[in-house]
Every structure is written in structure tokens, then in C-alpha cells.
């Protein structure tokens, strides 16, 4: 068994933001993290022909001056830069959406493949339970998406019960290539009123590979009616349609696969940054607090560690 003062579910954007504010005040959390890589949305996908696809969060926007200086921080480190092509200058990742979590990941200690099967309270905190091991910490931080917040840590649980009103909504994303084109009809459409509410020419991003590659995320009814399709199919038709909008044949896609993201939009948010228990062991946060926006999962997280800052150096 495995034992740290803070533990951290998942790390994505909450849960990176937050570690590495308590870190950077001297604290060592540990993120437990179920799949492969970190970042959450803020998710870039490979191919071997060369192909590269931001399948996750298509940009950045900073209203706050907080994030706004965290943001600049990325782009001194040249893990971010401008992306002229949305209907205004953004925020993107780069090389990849992804490097701006891995830039922000670094030094943490971050377990990858490691899902959080039984977490249970103990009498000097919580003890959360995976396929082959065992930790325990005196304060935990679940930073997962609220339904699978829910599951962990019961129905019947207080704060369970407190963000019970919070509603989220899934996201079928299509990632295809083509061979060049000599005209391009635009760089991004956003039409939220279509089922395919995003389209972009992700090589369009600044310091991508130069190869027309292109991004389409169906809206929140359309990947709810189709949500467990088989992605093959997903990808086919959404292919179809967007085949349609450039005026491209479909058969002359060098590349056509469809990501299916469960929990990808913010329909009715908890309204605040996070919700903790009065003795303050254990906190919930993560962009569906406030909105599916990459600023509000950075506020959820930053708001929790500043909250258990304040307990910890309070202690």
C-alpha cells in the first residue's frame, strides 16, 4: 500500500493545474490517471502516414488576467501560439494541443494506465483501490467528469448529491485526410445549428505537418442520438457529410476514423469551482463546474489547490 498526503483522479487540465500549484508550494500530490496520456481533451491523435489531428479541444481563449499570464508563460516555453484560422485569433498547442499538457506535466509524479476501481473513506482519509495497487492519502482530489465522479464515490453521497444538477453532454469527432487541394474553402466553420457543428483544417494550426488534414465535431443531439454507434460507422457517414461541404470525393480520403467523447460538453454546470466535504478531505472539480472551456477546468483546479493551501499552511 501506497501512502501520500494529497491525491489527485485524473489528470487532466483540473487535475494538472491543480498538482502543479501545489507543487510549485512545495507539496508532492500524486495523479492517478486511467489512460495512456494527460491532458484530457487537450488530446492529439498520430497517424503513421503523418497525419495529426487535435481530436479533443480545437483552441484556447483567456478572459482572465490569471489565465491569461498562465497562458503567456506556455507560450514563452513555445508550447503555444496564435491560430489565425477560428473566426478570431486563438490559442492553440504547439506542436499539438496535447503539448500543452505534457509541458505542464512535467516533474509531476503522474501514474498513467492506473484507474481508481473502489475508493473508499477511512478514518484518516481515503483509500482508493486499482487493478494492482493500493493508496491512501489524507486529502483526495477527483478531477474526473461528473457521472464518473458519481460512480466513485456513490449516489448516496453528500456531494453526490450536490452536483446532481450538473448535465453533460457527448461529442462524436471525426479526424480525415485528403490529398492536397488547390482550393480550400475555409480554414474553420463553426455552424452549431448543423450536426456537424465544428469543421477545421487542423494543419491550418500553426507548426502542424503540412498535409490536408481536417477535424469535424457533430453537435451534442446528433452524438447523443448516435452515441453508441460503432466508430467505423460514425466515421463513414460523418465523412459523407463532410465530404460534401468541401466537394471532395469520399472515396479520395487517405485517412477516415471517428473518436467518441462521452463527456465532452457543459450543458448545466454546478455554477462555482468546486465542491468539497466540511472537513475539507476531499474536493471536486473539473470543467463541468463551470464550463467546457479549458480556462474552466485551469479555475477549478487552481481554485482547489488554493483551497487546500490555505487548510494545509493553516495546519
Given at each position: ?21 501545489l507543487q510549485d ?63 478570431r485569433e486563438v ?95 475555409f480554414t474553420s ?127
Amino acid at each position: 500500500m501506497e501512502r501520500n498526503a494529497i491525491g489527485i483522479i485524473g489528470a487532466g487540465v483540473a487535475g494538472i493545474f491543480c498538482a502543479r500549484t501545489l507543487q510549485d508550494h512545495g507539496y508532492t500530490p500524486l495523479l492517478l490517471e486511467k489512460g495512456r496520456g494527460v491532458g484530457g481533451r487537450l488530446a492529439t491523435r498520430r497517424t503513421e502516414a503523418g497525419f495529426q489531428f487535435d481530436h479533443g479541444a480545437q483552441f484556447i481563449t483567456a478572459r482572465s488576467v490569471g489565465f491569461r499570464e498562465a497562458v503567456e508563460c506556455l507560450s514563452s516555453k513555445g508550447t503555444a501560439g496564435v491560430w489565425a484560422g477560428a473566426d478570431r485569433e486563438v490559442i492553440v498547442g504547439t506542436p499539438s494541443m496535447n503539448a500543452i499538457a505534457k509541458s505542464l506535466a512535467e516533474g509531476l509524479d503522474i501514474r498513467r494506465n492506473t484507474r481508481v476501481d473502489v475508493l473508499q473513506a477511512t478514518e484518516s482519509g481515503w483509500q482508493a483501490a486499482t487493478a494492482g495497487s493500493t493508496f491512501e492519502f489524507d486529502r483526495l482530489v477527483i478531477t474526473a467528469p461528473q457521472p464518473q465522479t458519481v460512480d466513485l464515490i456513490g449516489k448516496e453521497h453528500p456531494l453526490a448529491r450536490a452536483i446532481s444538477g450538473v448535465r453533460m453532454s457527448p461529442c462524436w469527432t471525426l479526424m480525415a485526410a485528403f490529398p492536397d487541394q488547390h482550393e480550400i474553402p475555409f480554414t474553420s466553420r463553426s455552424a452549431p445549428d448543423s450536426y456537424l457543428a465544428w469543421i477545421a483544417l487542423n494543419s491550418s494550426k500553426p507548426e502542424r505537418p503540412d498535409t490536408n488534414s481536417w477535424v469535424v465535431q457533430a453537435s451534442a443531439d446528433w452524438s447523443e442520438k448516435n452515441l453508441e454507434r460503432e466508430p467505423e460507422d460514425v466515421a463513414q457517414e460523418l465523412l459523407l457529410r463532410l465530404c460534401g461541404v468541401l466537394r471532395v470525393e469520399p472515396s479520395s480520403a487517405l485517412h477516415a476514423s471517428a473518436h467518441r467523447w462521452r463527456y465532452a460538453r457543459v450543458e448545466e454546470p454546478l455554477g462555482k469551482p468546486y465542491c468539497r466535504n466540511d472537513a475539507g478531505t476531499l474536493y471536486l472539480g473539473g470543467d463541468w463546474c463551470l464550463d467546457a472551456r479549458v480556462e474552466a477546468a485551469w479555475t477549478s483546479g487552481r481554485a482547489i489547490a488554493e483551497d487546500l493551501l490555505g487548510d494545509l499552511n493553516a495546519g
